[in-house]
């Protein structure tokens, strides 16, 4: 296999590797695995393609991504070998124009890609859904996170307050990648709904805020779970109800959440019609601030003038996804997206 980087010979030493890397701006500011040939090699060994062989171009900067320079970052991530299927597949997604990456990368939104990975390879590579899913403890949610990041810095430019220009950025910049946890899933798993074979190993990317903290410990039926939900979910500064062209948005329901709302015989289904009836604002709540006045809303809403008229979050149901991910305790999640980027999944393709 021929490597086309460009060799940086340095010290034999975790110290100076880190800042030579810190110095040349390569990294996201924590210690890296030194890209060394023989790792790059191990990394491209787990995909099918010749090293050059570009995914397309990575804005705002436009640099190919090829999967040698994709394996490069996961090396430095400290990705293992197997999780680079995984990664390959994201920056696919990614490229899809309905995920809008320059919007994802260039906005002053705190948008970050948030990858869910689903089915068996999830499993095999021990990606983490349950307790603490979205926090530290987990080499595979924490790497194949950390490899999206560099590669959208290193590759794509966005570095933050050049090319990003989120105000304020958020921790899921560094690491946002979970699988879902599907052994307490009492329905149909993410990818299975979208209409994926249950053995099938699919990337999902959401390009998303942090998850907002959903918490119910009174509530024993779905209508008081989802009425919690709900109300997180519609916020004045939620960019989601702003822009309902484009809105999305990811629930991500605790086991015991889910457990208690599908006791009622709820569907998915019924759950999104649950949520988009309820996660509303009286238009007169909407017009004390946020973003009123550049809204990009349908016909029918710009049509309200009740004051008192309860306005969607989103523009259909079926802008609403729902997951299961947690362990145990009354908690769940809310995600909203960043209203210029559509969710998109695809299959792992690459395994050789």
Known sequence: ????????????SPDAVYRAFCEREWCDGLPIIPPTAQRVEA??????GDPEESLGPIPPLWRQATLEKLAVNAVMAGCLPEHFPVVVAAVE??????????????????????????????????MHGGSGCFGPGFRANATIGRAIR???????????????????????KFSYAIAENEAANPWPPLHVE?????????????????????????????????????????TLGSNVKWYLSQSQLLLVLGPEHAATVAADNFSKDDVKAFVFEHARLPLGT????????IQDWPRWMMAVTDDRALLPVVASPSEIFVIVAGGAGKHSAVVPNCTFSRAVSRPLTRLP
């Open 43 to 48: 990394m491209l060994a787990t995909v099918t």
């Open 286 to 293: 909407l017009k004390l601030g946020g973003m009123w006045g």
């Open 93 to 126: 997604v990614m490229l899809d124009p309905a995920f809008n990456l320059y919007g994802v990368q260039a906005t002053t939104h705190p948008v970050a890609p948030l990858l869910i990975l689903n089915g068996p390879y999830a499993r095999t590579i021990g």
């Open 150 to 172: 560099l590669i959208l810095l290193n590759v794509g430019g966005g570095w933050p307050g050049r090319h990003d220009m989120a105000t304020h950025g958020s921790p899921a």
């Open 194 to 234: 979208l209409g994926f074979a249950p053995d099938q190993s699919v990337v999902t990317v959401f390009g998303g805020e942090g998850p907002h903290n959903v918490n119910d410990h009174v509530s024993t039926n779905a209508s008081g779970i989802l009425n919690t939900v709900s109300h997180t979910a519609a």
């Open 1 to 12: 296999m021929t490597l086309r980087s460009e060799v940086l010979e340095l010290p034999d």
